[in-house]
């Protein structure tokens, strides 16, 4: 039944054919194209300090579109992620202030996050409001909170313990630890997304929801298991920022909402739910990175970085819908 | 002058991998009407929808009043007077009864603003003839009978001389299709020819003038009603004998089988109430009323998968505790949702993971799907019920109906159910589809399973099931069994005229 892959004379066509049309392929191949045109243009592109800039601007960052991928694929989109990584930052920051142990701290604040996390699923799972409404009130409600703590100015943590800080700012060999948490992270989150049991419902749910009811998963708990998932990982964002910089900033993370969604929009994740991965999530972060690192060294007005970051989403938007309706026609 | 309203000759309609009618004919003679009966997807609904013009066909010709017409749209056909209620209702719910029954001549009119307080009397004065129905009232607040109505006002409002009714009464009760009959009477005097599509014989011989057949895209003859019987028609519509067309039924008594489910008193606060029944080893219990009785939703409280309020389930005699649709699973009660496309299959996604979906548990190592397992289970089933695929991992979208019915089926067989209820489980497919579900039901239940049938199509209840339970507005109007299992007789119940046992 199931056809043989051609092998022969065309393997290696086809083989490069298979690779263009998996949809991470296409994006590897894009930036290596980007890489390789702007080792052209730049002579610091290609060095060792410049990629670690990258590595380091995406993999926190990358956590959060971990979480927001979880959620695409669920149908649902979380509008808080930047707030609430914020709040874990100043409420973890504001609790060692006060004495309290910055481990213990941390988990308090990531604690907060979670049920944050809860109590967003409960509102879409039992009163039914939407995801987009739900999470852009916590946008407002979690910044907010943020400034009340922090008295609108930024806390500053310098008294940090090393132990702590070694979090944010250490190293393992060469390796910062921060891009060891996340390449952790994604690789474990990207396998569980792909092949575990627990994942696999949240495909379930995003692809048909009736149908996963009608199919005895438990859709609710399915949603608020994600809420909660996505605003965890937000939260160990803010935590690692707040080792990284040893400050609470009250108004850090404002827009990266945008920044994550666009990244697993560019990764293959659909808006309608059903479909993403953590790995295309993860390259079209490292995408819009290289791309931010590239405009920099280019010298090109900062001004203008928005503005070809919204155009590289709408052309990925718009090259995916094309083919989902072309995959439906067909 | 013509004596035919309406004359279709030799309509051909091609559909990608389909022909969906093949040269058909039909002629509407003036003032009369006639019955179109045909099998799901003999090709009733693409016929109507040439002549409403939403579909071009590819050959033929249409004459209206012995005069050749072009109907490119259905405006096209509003023009000459072609008037269409459809099946299910088209109506804005959110805007007044008036603005409904008007909508084709404000969305053509020139005038910037409304007239509400003309509107609102011309609407009384078109509904008047109909039913008593407030023109400012929002179609929503409606019962479904009275949305009918509106629509029928609606294609009336159009000063149509050829109306289109498709299954009408599908979810009317008893007294609003008399209402309706009486309205058509009406019609009929004032000279509008009327086509009928629907499947309850007993209406067509008591309404109709005249009976048309499609079978499988092609015109099998018109029948004078006078000169023929529902025996006959049906064998057109359907080609074959009805007598071997069903597999044959449980051989004895199945109410001596042992028990295997008792559902005893289920009530919600509306839906249904004090619904008890058994079903036995191997047999199939028919599940019978009209659209809203209250089938489906009893069903899906007995699954854990809509609210009740009191009531118990038992399997085989012990007392099961269903919240969710999973404790149901779990205790090897599925079920197969009537709406396939909604609750039914994850379109996106692959045979294998539409299969393996109830009981991931069963495909998994350690928390992690196992793709050898999965692949596996799903081979094993897609052969089973002769799934026709290229290969698993091919999206479900891309299978035909019956195929994707054939899929779901699968997935509830996959673990190895104790009782299988089926919602509608051929609604929408082809014959062949349709005989092959059919053979593999009465295949279960010779291993011993239970199936609980729910089904609109009164022969397809008739020809399954070993005994019938019907419900009239969420009441159960007994279980009839043996010979009392006839057209007549679950019409008669499901109207709420006759009730049977205690």
Not at chain 2, 477 to 487: K, L, P, R, T
Request: hydrophobic share 45%; glycine share 10%.
């Amino acid at each position: 039944m199931i056809e043989n892959i051609k092998t022969g004379k065309n393997g290696f066509i086809d083989l490069f054919n298979k690779f263009r049309n998996f949809r991470e392929g296409t994006l590897i191949l894009i930036i290596v194209a980007v890489c390789v045109l702007m080792s052209f243009l730049s002579p610091y592109f290609m060095t060792w300090a410049n990629w670690k800039a990258i590595f380091l601007s995406f993999s926190t960052e990358g956590i959060v579109v971990v979480g927001m991928t979880v959620m695409l694929v669920l149908g649902g989109i979380d509008l808080s992620v930047g707030a609430v990584m914020c709040l874990a930052m100043c409420i973890g920051g504001k609790l060692f202030l006060l004495g309290v142990n910055p481990w213990l701290a941390s988990l308090i604040a990531l604690a907060i996050c979670a049920g944050i996390g809860y109590i967003q699923g409960l509102l879409v799972t039992k009163v039914g409001l939407v995801h987009f409404i739900t999470t852009l009130a916590f946008m407002g409600i979690a910044r907010g909170a943020c400034f009340v703590i922090t008295q609108g100015t930024p806390l500053s943590l310098f008294t940090l313990p090393q132990s702590f800080k070694f979090i944010g700012q250490g190293t393992i060999g060469p390796l910062p630890f921060v891009i060891i948490i996340f390449l952790v992270i994604v690789i474990v989150s990207d396998y569980m997304l792909r092949n575990s049991t627990v994942l696999r419902k949240v495909f379930y749910s995003g692809s048909n929801e009736k149908a996963a009811v009608f199919s005895g998963i438990r859709v609710s708990r399915v949603k608020i298991g994600v809420s909660v998932l996505c605003c965890t990982l937000s939260g160990l964002a803010g935590i690692i920022y707040m080792s990284r910089f040893g400050a609470s900033t009250p108004g850090f993370g404002v827009g990266l909402e945008m920044t994550a969604i666009s990244a697993a929009v560019i990764g293959g994740a659909s808006l309608t739910g059903g479909e993403g991965t953590v790995f295309g999530s993860i390259l079209g972060a490292a995408l819009l990175s290289i791309i931010t690192s590239s405009l920099i060294l280019l010298d090109v007005s900062v001004y203008w970085q928005d503005l070809i970051k919204g155009c590289i989403l709408l052309f990925a938007v718009s090259v995916d819908h094309i083919q989902h309706m072309r995959r439906q026609a067909g | 002058m013509s004596d035919y309203a309406l004359e279709v000759r030799g309509i051909v309609k091609d559909f990608p991998g389909t022909r969906a009618l093949d040269r058909v004919d039909l002629t509407l003679k003036k003032g009369e009407i006639l019955a179109l009966v045909g099998e799901n997807g003999a090709g009733k609904s693409t016929l109507m929808n040439v002549i409403d013009g939403v579909h071009l066909p590819d050959e033929g010709q249409i004459f209206i009043d012995g005069n050749e017409v072009n109907i490119r749209n259905p405006l096209d056909a509003q023009k000459y007077g072609i008037g269409f209620v459809h099946q299910e209702i088209a109506l804005c719910q959110h805007v007044s009864v008036a603005e409904n029954v008007f909508m084709s001549e404000l969305n053509s009119t020139d005038r910037k603003f409304i007239n509400y307080r003309d509107l609102y009397r011309r609407a009384k004065k078109a509904l008047a003839p109909l039913g008593d129905i407030d023109p400012r009232k929002k179609v929503s607040e409606l019962s479904i009978s009275n949305q009918q109505i509106v629509e029928i006002a609606k294609a009336l409002s159009l000063n149509c001389k050829i109306l289109i009714l498709d299954e009408p009464t599908a979810a009317l009760t008893e007294s609003e299709t008399d209402a309706l009959f009486n309205i058509m009477e009406e019609l009929k005097k004032k000279g509008i020819s009327m086509i009928y599509i629907s499947h309850r014989m007993a209406e067509i011989f008591s309404q109709c003038d005249r009976v048309s057949i499609l079978r499988d895209g092609e015109y099998c003859g018109s029948l004078n009603v006078d000169e023929t019987n529902s025996r006959e028609v049906v064998t057109r519509m359907v080609g074959r004998e009805i007598s071997n067309l069903y597999p044959a039924k449980f051989d004895g008594n199945c109410i001596e089988q042992d028990e295997l489910l008792r559902v005893e008193d289920f009530s919600d606060s509306k839906r249904f109430t004090d619904i008890s029944f058994t079903l036995h080893e191997g047999e199939i219990l028919g599940l019978s009323g009209l659209i809203g009785a209250g089938r489906s939703e009893i069903v899906k409280a007995v699954c854990g998968l809509f609210p009740k309020k009191k009531g118990d389930v038992y399997f085989r005699g012990e007392k099961l505790d269903i919240h969710h649709y999973e404790d149901a699973i779990n205790n090897g009660i599925v079920y197969l949702s009537e709406d396939r496309k909604v609750e039914g299959v994850f379109l996106d996604m692959s045979i294998q993971r539409n299969i393996s979906v109830l009981d991931l548990k069963a495909v998994s190592v350690n928390g992690i799907v196992n793709i050898n397992k999965e692949k596996g289970l799903a081979e094993e089933y897609s052969k089973k019920l002769n799934v026709k695929c290229s290969t698993l991992s091919q999206n479900v979208s891309s299978l035909s109906g019956g195929n994707q019915q054939k899929v779901l089926i699968s997935k509830l067989l996959s673990i190895k159910p104790k009782v299988v209820i089926m919602d509608e489980p051929t609604r929408g497919i082809d014959v062949g589809a349709k005989s092959e579900i059919h053979k593999l039901l009465r295949n279960l239940t010779h291993e011993g399973i239970g199936v609980i049938m729910i089904s609109s199509e009164l022969p397809e209840l008739i020809g399954m099931s070993d005994r019938v339970l019907v419900m009239h507005e969420g009441e159960s109007c007994g279980i009839i069994s043996g010979d009392d299992i006839n057209e007549k007789k679950i019409i008669h119940m499901a109207s709420g005229l006759e009730k049977v046992g205690a």
